[in-house]
Structure formats: C-alpha cells, structure tokens
C-alpha cells in the first residue's frame, strides 16, 4: 500500500483560506489510489442483459431467470451421464459455495441447466445435483426450446454415439464447458473455464453480491 506523509509545516504556514483547498488536493490524492474492483473471470464488454432461461427445477417447480433479480446467478450447463466435466464443474461450485460467506450465500443462486433433456428428468437432476449441494438449482428445459438457450449463451452440445452400443438411449454430449456469472440486475458480467480457482469465483460473487 502507498503510504503518504504530510508535513505539517504545510498546514502551520498556510492562509487559513489556502486550507480547504488544500484538503481538497489531499483528498484527491488519496482518492486516486483506489483502484476500481476487476473481475477475475472473462468479463462481458459491454455489459450485455442476460437471455431468458425457463424451465422446470428439480423439485418439479417452474423456474425462471427473470425471477431471480436480487440475486447473483451461477449458471453451468451439463448432463448428468457425464463422466467427467459436469461431476467437476459442480463440485468445483460446491467449494466455491461451501467458501463464501452467509450473507453471501443467501444472495446468490448455482443454477445447473441439463443439455441432455431426453434423459435427465427433474427427478434425476434432483438425485445429481442434491448428490453435491441440496441448495443448488437444477433445470430442465425441452428440447425444442433449449436451442434457443444454448445459442444465447453460445453453448455447443451434441450426442456423440457409442459405436459399440446396441442402445439409442448409450450415448455421450459433446459440450463447452463453461460458468456464466450474472449480476443481481441480471446483467451478464463475466465467464469462467468450468475449473477456474474457487477462490477467484467466489471473490467476484462476493463482488457483485455487495453492489
């Protein structure tokens, strides 16, 4: 930290007029030094509103990003047949839950958006992803209006077939794999890779959470 020391000669021998001005300076000195907070994700320039996700939550209630004003919005898209990206993503999500503080917790939402509707039922997402966090969301939304969603938030998913598999229903989804951080006034802020550190997440959500 910068540290200033001023003389005190400079008050003793100044017109008592000169004073206010010289306040003035002073405080404009210090007030330079502060620095405007940085988001430590990829940030969204310009600030862009966030698109319209609706849907069906893991409890079989209706679920919609619009509703959640007021809150700071973690949203991930995954499948729960995955084996390996989506199990990482949220337990990385679990560890940035688990470090932030109360106040913190009770303003933001981990939203979990299943690219894989054909097999990931409610009932399913509820299973997956009560497993890491009971408090996270878990959304399903029907095919035919999921494209829509994934080419808002410029998610690519696609099945990608087991060869040896006798089964329509044996298959992978290729997809991206990242976080999208929203703000309370559901404004996109920034992206994250889906195993960016805990701590730079869970600094930018205590971030946005104070705004």
Request: hydrophobic fraction near 40%.
């Amino acid at each position: 930290m910068t540290r200033f020391r001023v003389d005190a000669r400079l008050w003793n021998g100044a017109p008592a007029a000169l004073l206010p001005g010289l306040f003035l300076l002073l405080a404009l000195i210090l007030g330079g030094c502060a620095q405007e907070y940085q988001l430590r994700g990829t940030p969204y320039n310009p600030i862009i509103p966030a698109p319209p996700i609706n849907g069906v939550n893991l409890d079989n209630t209706p679920f919609s990003l619009s509703e959640m004003e007021g809150r700071v919005k973690v949203v991930f898209f995954g499948y729960t047949f995955c084996p390996d990206v989506c199990p990482l993503t949220l337990a990385n999500m679990k560890g940035v839950y688990d470090s932030l503080k109360e106040n913190e917790r009770s303003q933001t939402a981990f939203i979990f958006i299943t690219v894989d509707p054909e097999r990931d039922t409610p009932q399913r997402l509820a299973a997956y992803v009560g497993a890491f966090n009971p408090e996270f969301y878990g959304v399903h939304i029907p095919a035919e209006e999921l494209v829509q969603v994934k080419k808002d938030y410029g998610v690519y998913a696609e099945k990608n077939a087991l060869s040896a598999s006798q089964s329509a229903a044996d298959y992978l989804v290729d997809h991206t794999a990242f976080v999208y951080v929203i703000d309370k006034q559901n404004n996109m802020r920034e992206i994250f890779p889906h195993d960016a550190p805990k701590a730079d997440i869970a600094a930018d959500i205590a971030h946005l959470v104070s705004q």
